[in-house]
Nanobody
Framework: QVQLDESGGGLVQAGGSLRLSCAAS????????MSWFRQAPGKEREFVAA????????FYSDSVKGRFTISGDNAKNTVYLQMNSLNPEDTAVYYC????????????????????WGQGTQVTVSS
């Protein structure tokens, strides 16, 4: 089992920044894929970003590319999501997802590919 603990959400004005953290504990492996998804009220959960190990290759949705950066600290088993130039459309509950597999590229974007999820952290961007 893997436990994921997210933190860093909050209220920010449009144009501001936040950094989310996702700390993994339990049965973690060097081969894994970590991701961030988000769900706004009345909408389905959508892919935001992911990072694969080994290698550290990253993936982003078109809506956040150039504004968000996903990164990882292997020593801390933690993944971060740096979010810049936030706008009200980014308001959602952000979830960290993980699997102990290095997903192929086409699978990275599907939430059903991830075996473990955090409890979510609320991000609210005011206009």
């Amino acid at each position: 089992q893997v436990q994921l603990d997210e933190s860093g959400g909050g209220l920010v004005q449009a144009g501001g920044s936040l950094r989310l953290s996702c700390a993994a504990s339990g049965r973690t492996f060097s081969t894994r894929t970590m991701s961030w998804f988000r769900q706004a009220p009345g909408k389905e959960r959508e892919f935001v970003a992911a990072i694969r190990y080994p290698g550290g290759s990253t993936f982003y949705s078109d809506s956040v590319k150039g504004r968000f950066t996903i990164s990882g600290d292997n020593a801390k088993n933690t993944v971060y999501l740096q979010m810049n130039s936030l706008n009200p459309e980014d308001t959602a509950v952000y979830y960290c997802g993980a699997t102990n597999r290095r997903l192929i590229v086409s699978a990275v974007y599907g939430d059903h590919e991830y075996d473990y999820w955090g409890q979510g952290t609320q991000v609210t961007v005011s206009s």
